[in-house]
C-alpha cells in the first residue's frame, strides 16, 4: 500500500521540481509562480524545439522562512506550436514583468493553449499539443530584495 505525501516529508532547502500535465497540476504551479518577476528578455519560444522557456524570480510562497525569500527558477513549455503576446514585447530588456497566473484553455484532441496573465494586462498565449509545462528552481533561495512579501490589497 502507498501513502501519499506529507507537508512534513519537504524539505524547505531542497530546489522545487514540478510537472504539470492537467489543469489540477497547473493550479499549484500557477500558486507558486505568482508575483514571480522577469525581464521581457528572459522569455523565448525555441521553435526549432518546440519550447517556451522563461528564466523567473520566484517568490518562496511554499516556505515562510524569517525573512522573506526569492529564487531563479525555469518554466518550461514543451510541444508548443505558437506564441503570441499582447501587451508584451519579448526581448526587451527595461520591461519588468509580474506573473499574476497560469490557466490552461483546453482545445480539441488535448491541444490547448497555456496562458499567462501578467500584471497590467500584459498576456501571453502558448498554443500546444498538449500542457507539459515543468517548473524547476535553478538556484539557493536568497532574501527577497524588497525584504517583504508580495501584497495584493485592493
Avoid at 482545445?107 to 490547448?112: H, N, P, T, V
Avoid at 502558448?126 to 527577497?144: F, G, I, M, N, Q
Wanted: glycine residues 8%; charged residues 30%; hydrophobic residues 45%.
Amino acid at each position: 500500500m502507498t501513502e501519499d505525501a506529507r507537508f512534513e516529508d519537504g524539505a524547505a532547502d531542497r530546489p522545487l521540481r514540478l510537472w504539470a500535465a492537467d489543469a489540477d497540476d497547473l493550479r499549484v504551479i500557477s500558486a507558486l509562480c505568482q508575483d514571480a518577476v522577469l525581464p521581457a528578455s528572459e522569455m523565448r519560444w525555441l521553435a526549432s524545439e518546440r519550447r517556451f522557456a522563461m528564466l523567473v524570480n520566484r517568490f518562496r510562497w511554499e516556505d515562510r522562512a524569517a525573512e522573506p525569500e526569492r529564487v531563479r527558477a525555469l518554466l518550461v513549455a514543451s510541444d508548443v506550436r505558437r506564441v503570441r503576446g499582447q501587451g508584451v514585447v519579448p526581448g526587451d530588456g527595461d520591461t519588468v514583468l509580474s506573473l499574476l497566473g497560469l490557466e490552461w484553455e483546453a482545445g480539441e484532441d488535448g491541444a490547448g493553449a497555456l496562458v499567462l496573465t501578467f500584471a497590467g494586462d500584459g498576456v501571453v498565449r502558448v498554443e500546444a499539443d498538449c500542457l507539459d509545462l515543468r517548473l524547476h528552481d535553478v538556484t539557493k533561495p536568497y532574501v527577497a530584495p524588497s525584504r517583504r512579501a508580495p501584497s495584493h490589497e485592493a
